[in-house]
């Protein structure tokens, strides 16, 4: 997109509060004019004061009534601009986040899983801050920078267009010394940004593995390195520094000397007759305010351009496709749990074919343990029934319904699902089990606490089920487990997934959380991926996955038996020496 | 001299010079409405041509020494402040080097780092205001002060009137900002954390179909977030308006006063324009010094926790002793205990042996204390218990480089650096030549992959090693120890990604190794050890069983637990 496209998408975000927008411009205008007007009256006054016993004392205090109305007024149009300028920006923001955050739940996961997790973070905190501060906030500043350099241009052509004349024709120098200074600078500022990667890199790294380090005596050389990149950086950084500060000394360098230029020429005229000392005083308070605003608005144009390129990010991400259907009602949940996988064909990449005319049926209440090598297909396998991907061919029928004909809402429904790492939110104990069901009485949530063996450890805590978990709590990873587990408990769904539900625990807890499996699988179709072999020992039928099909299938004996792939993997766990 | 201001004194010549050439500035920027006064006074009201002349080119010479002065002090505070942060960061990455590991989990890796670059950054910027503006803005403000005084006494009563206003105006509003802002951040941090369980929980969350919650959760925190910043936009909304209507009635006063002192003839035209000059340069300098104000108290906390990282005394110190090149040496645990924090132990009580060339395996569950016992062993940590002795010579007083050299771990996470494969291995031994780098991949199963990459030796590395599956990392790891021919290897559960064939090739080679190390496998597989001389197994910070497997099997009922969980049915 082009930056005036960008521009022009952003203010219909505005568009809202357009109202807004123009009271500021208007209260921007007034404000500019009020401020302007303070050194024309203070040089009137001036005039009223020339010499002793020359002092006309009612026009001394008339202009100085008028002087004081004049900069409360300007005080006051400021307050009320700034106001309709925050409003407005902060609301735009506020509705740009909320919109970004939906869009993140209406992509489809095949969208995010292909995202950085950090880029989406990224984009919803920081790029929109960026627009905000420097789009939003910027475009006033913009406006009353430039509306303020042709008010002082007009009120000095009023004085005396000839001392005018000379003061624009020192302006040009002063634009000249920002754009060199800004062009050079650009340039170090990128060099200084990669070097700075470079060295957090380093550290990240270094810091990270400070007990590697140590232990292989790599300090010294890790120090070396480090300081390499911190020699150059520091090279660089004083370069940018003092280039970049060079700015405010030039544009003040030039601005002394519209000042001394104001000066004799005006003493010149005021010489001649052609003004008054009042005038004069007024003249140079304006010289030596003229060149600010240019200063200004050189900075609103850099922090203008890189707020695009923000805008461009999020706007990307509004743009990105959304799921089909996002109906989050639907019915309860009937039937019995039958699944069957009919010629079901998937790939990631069009040109990679994964799984290919896949087909299983499921009975109600069996175990279905799946295993296999990584990247066999296992984790494709349940992307697929709980639809996070869509199928490219064939059908997959639950109590013989095709599940695209279902939303996701009543599909999902069916099935309780618990992953290797457990998902904890910041919320009391009883707000996240209640996940699945958040009007479950407090009797039902014991319930299901009770059955995944969690009940006696939420009893320890001083603050049992209200207990608020944050960073302060710490709970275990077979405690969380336990939590999930109740979570799915509580919604009683006909069919469960457990996806390496137990592999980052250790051994004695996962007696304790394959206890609750056990318990909560009864009565349940099941699909159980372990890397485990002992925890699917119990299956009704275990599938042999690679490359995306179904090499063997039976119960544990039976493959035994067969003697090929799974016992190779089996053999390879557990055989003695 | 730990303390920053301490790390001023390579810069002496920068400070002293930095800020005076910025006080000549200042003085000429102060004289500047001086000669105006006089070119109005003078000048025009005797009709001297040649004056106005004369004195327009004194302020156009100010003009042009004043750039250069100021030019040089930006140097000065360039090279002061860069080389100041390059000083720091050299020092506290050098002492974050001197920690123990315990010291660096109390402080936290991710808060080192933060200290390490953005707080280095931030007392960097300071310093570089310190030289530019910190003698620069008092100075103009006294010195507006001084010449209003010099000019007429009553009249400067006025300027000490509006410095009063101004700073109190300020300081109010600058609390109330401070006190605003913080709520903001929170809001701010509110909204990413909301962000990032979302992030972590996607599945979940669809799989509840509760998407329509998270969105209302988030809208809500986006809400509160709206209205902190309009509080906070109020506020500092208030900041321009109010100094500039102090000052302009300042202005308003000095007027009307100066009507009357004029008309007494105790005051000149010119001097009152002057008057007025001043109370404006005044006025911007105040505001510059408020701003100085907020950066110093930001850099004064960051100055705060690099110093907190630089006075911290390392907590382990190696002795002088040489470590005999003797590989028979016996390793001996005696009643040691750790704990992390006062009260709490992680390990209690914990005594064994290794004999040379002993194979010994540590089992146990999470949080046991096996990891405890794998940092102990090259004094990563130390006990504060008990006693580690390393043929009769308790490990304190051997030089850490010696003993790091003979005891070797190889830790639970396989944690490989940026750069080659060769560098990577040469963390073992610096000198070490081709050959045996690849003997020790040999050792570590870890040849035939790294033949099989077009580059062998030279293969580059991405940070963490992330372009090698779990299972080669862990083996050059493995390799990794092995350079360097240690007299202990420990291996802290770092077989885990290996299948049982190169899980067991792995093991006898070790044992092939000419002078083998004595090696102490920790693992939560009881394959990987069964074969051991000998088994420890540990329990919530003690050991509870001593022994072989066979022994283990019939008299320590942990171990019976584990062997029970991971065993088939036909071997129970």
Known sequence: MSQSALLRRLLRYVKPYSLLLAMALVFALLQVAMTLSAPVIIGQAVDAIVAAGQVDFIRVTQTLTALAAVVILAALFQLLMTCCTNVCCYRTIRDLRMQCFAQFHALPLATLDKTQQGDFMNTLVNDIDVISDGLLQGFTQLFTGVITIVGTLGFMLSIHPGITLAVVLITPLSFGVASFIASRSSRLFKQQARIKGELSGFAEERVNGQSLVAAYNQQAVSEAAFDEINQRLNQVGTQVQFISSLTNPCTRFVNNLAYAAVGIIGALTALGGGMSVGQLTSFLSYASQYTKPFNEISGVVTELQASLSSCERVFHLLDQPQESDQADQGSGKQGRGELRLEHVSFRYQANEPLIEDFNLTVKPGQKIAIVGPTGCGKTTLINLLMRFYEIGGGVIRLDGVDTRTLSRHELRAHFGMVLQDSWIFRGTIRENIAYGRPDASLADVEKAARQAHLDYFIHQLPQGYDTLLDETVSLSQGQKQLLCIARVLLCDPQILILDEATSSIDTRTELLVQSAFDQMMQGRTSFIVAHRLSTIEQADRILVMNHGQILEQGSHHELLKQGSFYSQLYNSQFAGE | ?572
């Open chain 2, 1 to 572: 001299m730990k303390t920053i201001v301490s790390y001023f004194r390579y810069f002496k010549k920068e400070l002293v010079f930095g800020p005076l050439f910025k006080l000549a500035e200042a003085i000429f920027e102060l004289l500047v409405p001086l000669v105006m006064a006089r070119i109005i006074d003078v000048g025009i009201a005797q009709k001297d041509l040649a004056y106005i002349l004369r004195q327009g080119g004194v302020i156009v010479g100010f003009a042009l020494v004043g750039i250069a002065c100021s030019l040089t002090c930006q140097y000065f505070a360039a090279r002061c402040s860069q080389g100041m942060g390059t000083e720091l960061r050299r020092a506290v990455y050098h002492q974050i080097n001197l920690f123990s590991a315990q010291q660096v989990s109390q402080f936290s890796s991710s808060s080192l780092i933060t200290r390490l670059t953005n707080d280095v950054n931030q007392v960097q910027q300071a310093v570089a205001m310190l030289i530019r503006l910190a003698i620069r803005a008092p100075f103009l403000v006294l010195g507006s002060l001084t010449m209003a005084m010099v000019i007429d006494r009553t009249m400067a009563l006025i300027f000490l009137a509006a410095i009063v206003v101004i700073a109190l105006v300020l300081s109010v509003l600058m609390t109330c900002s401070s006190h605003f802002f913080r709520a903001v951040q929170r809001q701010l941090d509110r909204i990413s954390q909301i962000t990032q369980e979302n992030l972590e929980g996607q599945r979940v969350i669809r799989a509840f179909s509760r998407q329509r919650l998270e969105t209302h959760r988030f809208d809500e925190a986006a809400q509160a977030s709206y209205q902190a910043s309009m509080r906070v936009g109020w506020i500092s909304g208030l900041f321009n308006p109010a100094t500039q209507i102090v000052i302009n009635l300042g202005i308003v006063a000095l007027l009307y006063c100066g009507s009357f002192q004029v008309n007494g003839g105790a005051l000149s035209q010119g001097n009152l324009v002057a008057l007025v000059n001043y109370m404006t340069q005044m006025f911007l300098a105040l505001v510059v010094l408020a701003n100085l104000f907020v950066i110093f108290t930001k850099a004064a906390a960051s100055a705060g926790r690099i110093e907190a990282v630089l006075k911290t005394e390392p907590a382990i110190i190696g002795g002088i002793t040489e470590l005999s090149k003797d590989k028979d040496a016996v390793l001996e645990m005696d009643k040691v205990s750790f704990g992390y924090s006062e009260g709490e132990s992680a390990i209690e009580q914990i005594s064994f042996t290794i004999q040379p060339r002993q194979t010994v395996g540590l089992i146990g569950g999470t949080g046991c204390g096996k990891s405890t016992i794998v940092q102990l062993l090259p004094r990563l940590i130390d006990p504060t218990a008990g006693e580690i002795r390393l043929g009769g010579v308790p490990l304190r007083e051997f030089s850490l480089a010696d003993l790091r050299r003979q005891i070797r771990i190889v830790p639970q996470k396989a944690v490989l650096f940026s750069g080659t494969i060769r560098e990577n291995l040469r963390w073992g031994n610096q000198d070490a030549d081709d050959a045996a780098l690849w003997q020790a991949l040999t050792l570590a199963q870890a040849r035939d992959f790294v033949e099989a990459m077009p580059q062998r030796l030279d293969t580059l590395l991405v940070q963490g090693g992330k372009n090698c599956s779990g299972g080669q990392r862990q083996r050059l790891c493995i390799a990794r120890a092995l350079v360097g021919r240690p007299s202990l290897l420990v291996l802290d559960d770092s077989t885990s990604a290996l299948d049982y064939q190169t899980d067991a090739r792995l093991r006898q080679s070790l044992k092939k190794i000419e002078g083998s190390p004595a090696v102490l496998i920790v693992s939560q597989r009881i394959a990987s050890i069964r074969h051991a001389d000998f088994i420890l197994v540990m329990d919530q910070g003690r050991l509870v069983g001593q022994g072989t497997h066979e022994e283990l099997l019939d008299t320590c009922a942990v171990y019976q637990e584990i062997v029970r969980s991971q065993t088939r049915e036909d071997q129970r």
